[in-house]
Each structure stands twice: as structure tokens, then as C-alpha cells.
Nanobody, 126 residues
Framework: QVQLVESGGGSVQAGGSLRLSCTAS????????MAWFRQSPGKEREGVAT???????TYADSVKGRFTVSKDNAKNTLYLQMSSLKVEDTAMYYC????????????????????WGQGAQVTVSS
């Protein structure tokens, strides 16, 4: 079992920046895949970014160039650095982890990924 605890959510103005953190109960260096998903009311949960234990990353086209996913294995923490935020980035952001898969958009994210954080609300105002 892996517990994931998120922090860093909040409200920012469009164009601003925010950094989300996700601290794991185990060594992040041993986790095959960690990822960020987001979900806004009326929409499906969508992949934002993934990072494998090799360091390979993937990003949704909508955030590429604005968001950066990274890990600090010494702190067992996953990060999502968000810049140039847009109103449409407003959502609940969830971190996830899995020992064997790393798709950005699986058919059912909550089923596909084994472990999930509690969510962090990000609200971007104009």
C-alpha cells in the first residue's frame, strides 16, 4: 500500500504560478510511475503529466510548455510546477502512482492507477 498526500493547492490569478506537492509513504524511486490528473465539474478525469522511474515524462498537449512534473526522491515527493495558469486549468488535481503502468489517459484512471492522493483544488481567476 502507498499513501499519497497532496498539498499546495489554492487560488491564483490567470498568468500566475502554483506548485503542487504529493508526498508518498514509500520511496518514490521505487515507484514505476507517478502522475498528475485533474478533474473539473462535469468533465472526466484527465491526465496532466506522468513521470517514470527512468525520468521519462509525458504531458497533455494543453499544459505542455507551462507545467513541469518532477520528483525529489530524497523527499519522496512528486511535484507539479504550474505556470502561465489559465482559467481553464481550474480543477481538482490528483496525484497517482502505479507499479506497472504509466498511461496519460487510461480508459478509467481511478481503476487503472493503483494509488491516489486526496486531491488539491486549484482555482484560477481572470
Amino acid at each position: 500500500q502507498v499513501q499519497l498526500v497532496e498539498s499546495g493547492g489554492g487560488s491564483v490569478q490567470a498568468g500566475g504560478s502554483l506548485r503542487l506537492s504529493c508526498t508518498a509513504s514509500t520511496y518514490t524511486s521505487s515507484i514505476y510511475c507517478m502522475a498528475w490528473f485533474r478533474q473539473s465539474p462535469g468533465k472526466e478525469r484527465e491526465g496532466v503529466a506522468t513521470i517514470r522511474n527512468t525520468g521519462r515524462t509525458t504531458y497533455a498537449d494543453s499544459v505542455k510548455g507551462r507545467f513541469t512534473v518532477s520528483k525529489d526522491n530524497a523527499k519522496n515527493t512528486l511535484y507539479l510546477q504550474m505556470s502561465s495558469l489559465k482559467v481553464e486549468d481550474t480543477a481538482m488535481y490528483y496525484c497517482a502512482a502505479d507499479p506497472g503502468i504509466c498511461p496519460l489517459n487510461p480508459g478509467s484512471p481511478q481503476v487503472a492507477y493503483n494509488y491516489w492522493g486526496q486531491g488539491a483544488q486549484v482555482t484560477v481567476s481572470s
